[in-house]
């Protein structure tokens, strides 16, 4: 079992910047894959960003493509998201997601493990 808790999320302004942060529970956060997903209201939840369980592989999703950065610190059992010229199309819940497998992450969702509770992100305009 993995338990993950995203904090970070706010309100910021078009242009600007946040960095998101999942903890993740348990001693074997360094063999899973990790990812981030969003939910705007009214659609559906979107891949976002993925990084394999070394930190050596990063996938992203064509939106957020040279915006945004994903990373982690196994020792520090957390993955990051950084978040740079943010608009407001960024506007939604950010999910952090776990799985044993870097490409259910990125082309399988409905079949990825573990999933956080969710960080709101507004970015006004």
């Known amino acids: 079992q993995v338990q993950l808790v995203e904090s970070g999320g706010g309100l910021v302004q078009a242009g600007g910047s946040l960095r998101l942060s999942c903890a993740a529970s348990?001693?074997?956060?360094?063999?899973?894959?990790m990812g981030w997903f969003r939910q705007a209201p009214g659609k559906e939840r979107e891949f976002v960003a993925a990084?394999?369980?070394?930190?050596?592989?990063?996938y992203y999703a064509d939106s957020v493509k040279g915006r945004f950065t994903i990373s982690r610190d196994n020792a520090k059992n957390t993955v990051y998201l950084q978040m740079n010229s943010l608009k407001p199309e960024d506007t939604a819940v950010y999910y952090c997601?776990?799985?044993?497998?870097?490409?259910?992450?990125?082309?399988?969702?409905?079949?990825?493990?573990?999933w956080g509770q969710g960080t709101q992100v507004t970015v006004s305009s």
């Open positions: 348990g001693r074997t956060f360094r063999m899973y894959a």
């Open positions: 990084i394999n369980y070394s930190g050596t592989n990063t």
């Open positions: 997601a776990a799985d044993g497998l870097f490409a259910r992450i990125t082309t399988a969702q409905a079949t990825v493990a573990y």
